[in-house]
């Protein structure tokens, strides 16, 4: 074993093990059947909506966490108490401050000493093809610091192969030729953030986990067992991996059905919002989804592209389900545009000139998560057309949107708003909205989300 001293004691999780490749004991859980944490040093890479719920989560069940990210500016606000993230209040971070257990950094070499490192960064598209530089370059930050014995696990979405491939080799040759499964343990859990889910978090949503050889993904379950309810071990990073991309995938597919479904229920006059409503009565065989002005997020628009390049990569055949979804939800922005287009004229008005109030600017309800939002796209096609645009919601900060569209003009909801405006479009449907305000005192409200009613007020 290379790094690695005979009969070492394995630094996490499984221990008095001859590293990875010896025959690994787990430690037992306690009376009350909770797992105390195997590790002290817990390193986070990335600190955004997956990292830093992950980060604090650790803080909680007794681990040592560093949250490290490049962003200097997102490390500052971390380093002050001000949380960016919705589902991790301020309170918890400053507590998590205050006893000295969390320290956000964006210099390398405080991950030196790690026990655990988990890899929690962006996985984006670039022109369609899967830039997986921040992982490559999350490997060269750990690399130096891999001692035997320790944990790296990797969260980012990403295509099957990247933790056993790419990744490993990384490490190995950051940390001068340590091994994965030889001489440090090595796994895979693919992220299941929901932002603003009220319901499942990261501590009752179950946690896919896998690792590289036996030993590797008995301390990667290990260690998720501490922080969370339920673990859920497949055989391989590679099934792990897919997983990941199966849920989103599914997700895509079916959204894309009920967005074509929508613009052809318009057409024939039939209300698609009613129909979904008598469907989802059945106790058996059908799950709902909702049509919307598109989709957003990483997961949606992204992840299940991951998978069709993968397959076209790999196999040289196109995945025509993931094709055909992304031709769907990619266009539904234009359709919204159509839509409100068609609603001036009507009323004698044209998109020029006009003055358009878009109610929520995220991807999703309840959340402050911008990333890939319809509701820019939306936007930005509106501004091309000549329309004034402003927005309304509460859950974003004024910069980050301006950083998206610097045209886009915040406004506070309130009657004369609604009034003065020629469309107002329900994009992004947060609770703390008025809803019957909106229906009452708009001229024309196109909604997207099916919250509103009225004389005044037409459906997606």
Not at 174 to 200: C, K, V, W
Not at 394 to 400: I, P
Not at 440 to 445: D, E, L
Request: hydrophobic letters at 40%.
């Amino acid at each position: 074993m290379a790094g690695t001293a005979e009969g070492t004691a394995v630094r996490y999780g499984c221990t008095e093990a001859e590293g990875p490749s010896g025959a690994a004991t787990c430690p037992q859980s306690d009376q009350a059947g909770h797992r105390s944490p195997g590790a002290q040093r817990v390193a986070v890479l990335g600190q955004g909506y997956v990292g830093l719920p992950l980060a604090l989560r650790a803080v909680q069940v007794g681990y040592d966490v560093v949250g490290f990210d490049t962003d200097a500016g997102r490390v500052g606000r971390l380093q002050a108490g001000q949380s960016y993230v919705e589902d991790v209040p301020a309170g918890l971070l400053q507590a998590a401050l205050k006893g000295g257990r969390y320290k956000p950094t964006s210099s390398p070499g405080d991950l030196a000493g790690f026990d655990v490192a988990l890899i929690t960064v962006p996985t984006p598209l670039k022109e369609g093809v899967p830039d997986l530089s921040y992982v490559q370059d999350a490997g060269r930050e750990l690399g130096p610091y891999l001692r035997p014995g320790s944990l790296v696990v990797l969260e980012s979405t990403t295509y099957p192969g990247t933790t056993e491939e790419l990744l490993a080799a990384v490490l190995e040759r950051a940390s001068g030729g340590l091994r994965a499964g030889e001489d440090y343990y090595l796994g895979y859990s693919p992220e299941r953030i929901d932002p603003g889910n009220r319901r499942f978090g990261l501590a009752n949503t179950p946690k896919v986990v896998s690792g590289v050889g036996e030993a590797s993904l008995k301390a990667v379950e290990h260690f998720y067992g501490s922080l969370v309810e339920t673990t859920v071990a497949v055989p391989r990073p590679r099934e792990a991996e897919l997983a990941k991309l199966i849920e989103n995938t599914f997700r895509h597919v079916n959204i894309a059905l009920v967005n074509e479904l929508a613009i052809f229920a318009a057409d024939l006059g039939v209300d698609i919002w009613a129909a979904l409503d008598a469907a989802a009565t059945k106790p058996f065989g059908f799950m709902r989804f909702e049509p919307g002005p598109g989709v957003g997020g990483h997961c949606l628009p992204i992840d299940p592209s991951y998978l069709s390049w993968h397959i076209r990569n790999s196999l040289s055949r196109s995945f025509r389900f993931v094709e055909l979804a992304n031709d769907v939800n990619d266009h539904m922005p234009d359709y919204v545009v159509q839509r409100i287009m068609m609603a001036l004229n009507s009323a004698g008005k044209a998109v020029k000139g006009s003055r358009a109030l878009l109610l929520g600017v995220t991807y999703k309800k309840n959340t402050s998560d911008m990333r890939e939002s319809p509701a820019i796209a939306v936007a930005q096609r509106l501004l091309r057309l000549g329309a004034q645009v402003h927005y309304v919601d509460s859950h974003v900060d004024g910069a980050d949107v301006a950083s998206k569209e610097p045209r886009l003009v915040r406004a506070e909801l309130s009657a004369s708003v609604l009034a003065t405006a020629d469309a107002v479009v329900v994009m992004a449907d947060h609770d703390d909205v008025d809803y019957e305000l909106v229906s009452s005192a708009a001229r024309y409200v196109f909604d997207t989300r099916h919250r509103c009613r009225g004389p005044a007020v037409e459906h997606l």
